[in-house]
C-alpha cells in the first residue's frame, strides 16, 4: 500500500485525511485540470502520480477537465489575468488531456467529468452561487492581495474562478481535493462551497512545483522550461540531461520517488533520462535516446535519421545562388533577420563544417544532398527534385 502522505506539503485540516483513511470506506478523490494548452508536462505529473497511489489503494478518482473554468481562467501565481484560449482550443486541449493523463491513470477506473456539465448554468443558479460567499472572503488570496498593492487591475472573472472550481467539489461529492501548492486556496475555499450546500467539506492534500529544466522558475511550457509529456524520446532524454545539478535531487524525489544515485551528476542525469523516457515510451526508446544524445552531443555526429527539406523552392533563376537565410527561415521556422544573425555568428553548419561567417548566399550545387544544422540539434538534408 503506498504511503498517500509521501511528498505532501499540506494536509489540511490537519488529521482529517487519516480519519478518512481510517474509515475504511473508497474516497472520492478528485483532480481538476484546466485544458488551457495542448500538453501535459512532467510538472503535472507530479500531482497525477499521487492521483494514481489513490486509485491504487482503492479510491475512486475523479478527473475534472475544466472546459468552462478555463474560459475564466485560473488566477493563481498570476500577477496579471490570464490569456484565455478560443473555445476551440479548448476543445482539443480537454481530448488531449485525457489520453496523456492515461498514460499514468488507469482508464477503467477513471471517472471523467466536464465542468461545463454544471456550470452552464443559468442567471438564477449562477446568482445563487455567488451569494454564498463576500467579495472580502475572495480578495484574502495572496495573488489579489499583491495586485491590489501594485495598483494591478483584477477582473470580476478571476473573482468568480475560485467559486466555480469550489463547485465542482459539490457537483462530484468530493471527499479528497489534490493540487500542487499554488492552488491551496482554491483547494480550501471549495470547502467554504461544500459546506454552504450542505456538503461535508472535503480534506485537502497539496503537493509541491516542480521546477523547471532552467532550475529557476516553476516548470511551464509558457517559459518554454518543460518536458512535455508526449515529446519524443530524443527530446525528452536531450531535455532531462539540461536539468542543473541542484535540481536532480527534487526531480528524482517528486517524478521517481527516490534518492539521487551516487556517483557524478551527469550519470544520474542518465538515469532520469532513461526512468522517464522508459515511463512514457518504453525501455527500447530509452535506449535508442541516450545513443541519439551520445551520437550528437558526445561524438558530435549527425543523427542516424534526418528530416529532409525541399531545397526546389529556395533555387534561383538560371541557377543563381540558394539565399540563406530565406532558405534557414523554411527549413528551421525562424525569421530571416534570426537567420542572419546565426550566420553572422558562424552558427550554422554544412556537413558538419562552419559555414563561414557572413556567408549569406551559396550556389545550388554546394547545397544538394548535404546537411544544414542549426545549434547541436537541428538537422535537415536538402534535396531538389531539379
Not at 499540506?10 to 482529517?16: A, S, V, Y
Not at 498514460?103 to 442567471?123: G, H, I, Q, Y
Not at 483584477?154 to 459539490?170: H, K, M, N, R, W
Request: glycine content about 8%; aromatic content about 6%.
Amino acid at each position: 500500500m503506498p504511503d498517500l502522505t509521501k511528498n505532501a506539503v499540506d494536509l489540511l485540516p490537519e488529521g482529517m485525511l487519516a480519519e478518512q483513511l481510517a474509515a475504511g470506506r473508497p474516497l472520492r478523490v478528485k483532480l481538476g485540470i484546466d485544458p488551457t494548452t495542448a500538453d501535459i508536462h512532467l510538472g503535472h505529473t507530479v500531482v497525477l502520480e499521487k492521483l494514481r497511489e489513490f486509485q491504487q489503494a482503492g479510491h475512486r478518482v475523479v478527473l475534472i477537465v475544466g472546459d468552462f473554468t478555463a474560459r475564466v481562467g485560473d488566477p493563481s501565481g498570476r500577477s496579471a489575468q490570464r490569456p484565455v484560449p478560443s473555445v476551440e482550443e479548448i476543445e482539443v486541449n480537454a481530448a488531449t488531456y485525457q489520453e496523456q493523463a492515461f498514460k499514468l491513470l488507469d482508464r477503467e477506473r477513471t471517472e471523467v467529468r466536464f465542468n461545463s456539465e454544471w456550470l452552464r448554468m443559468d442567471a438564477e443558479g449562477l446568482m445563487a452561487l455567488m451569494a454564498r460567499t463576500t467579495v472580502a472572503r475572495l480578495l484574502e488570496r495572496d495573488d489579489f492581495q499583491k495586485r491590489i498593492a501594485a495598483n494591478a487591475p483584477i477582473s470580476a472573472l478571476e473573482l468568480l474562478y475560485p467559486l466555480l472550481q469550489g463547485y465542482d467539489s459539490v457537483a462530484v461529492e468530493a471527499d479528497v481535493e489534490l493540487g500542487g501548492t499554488d492552488q491551496k486556496f482554491n483547494l480550501l475555499f471549495a470547502r467554504d462551497v461544500q459546506a454552504a450546500y450542505g456538503c461535508k467539506p472535503q480534506s485537502i492534500v497539496t503537493l509541491p512545483i516542480l521546477v523547471g529544466i532552467d532550475g529557476t522558475q516553476k516548470m511551464s511550457k509558457s517559459l518554454g522550461n518543460y518536458v512535455g509529456v508526449t515529446e519524443s524520446p530524443e527530446e525528452m532524454f536531450g531535455k532531462l540531461m539540461r536539468v542543473p545539478d541542484q535540481a536532480m535531487p527534487e526531480y528524482f524525489r517528486l517524478l521517481l520517488g527516490t534518492d539521487v544515485p551516487a556517483g557524478p551528476p551527469n550519470e544520474a542525469k542518465r538515469e532520469l533520462g532513461r526512468r522517464i523516457v522508459a515511463r512514457f515510451h518504453g525501455g527500447g526508446a530509452a535506449a535508442a535516446a541516450e545513443a541519439h544524445f551520445d551520437r550528437l552531443f558526445v561524438r558530435h555526429e549527425a543523427p542516424e535519421e534526418i528530416e529532409e527539406f525541399d531545397l526546389d523552392a529556395y533555387l534561383g533563376d538560371h541557377g543563381a545562388p540558394v539565399h540563406l537565410p530565406q532558405l534557414m527561415a523554411g527549413a528551421f521556422e525562424i525569421s530571416s533577420s534570426e537567420a542572419r544573425r546565426l550566420l553572422g555568428q558562424g552558427g550554422v553548419k554544412l556537413d558538419g563544417e562552419p559555414i563561414p561567417a557572413g556567408t549569406l548566399d551559396l550556389e545550388p550545387a554546394a547545397l544538394e544532398g548535404r546537411v544544414l544544422q542549426l545549434g547541436k540539434r537541428r538537422f535537415r538534408r536538402l534535396r531538389a527534385a531539379t
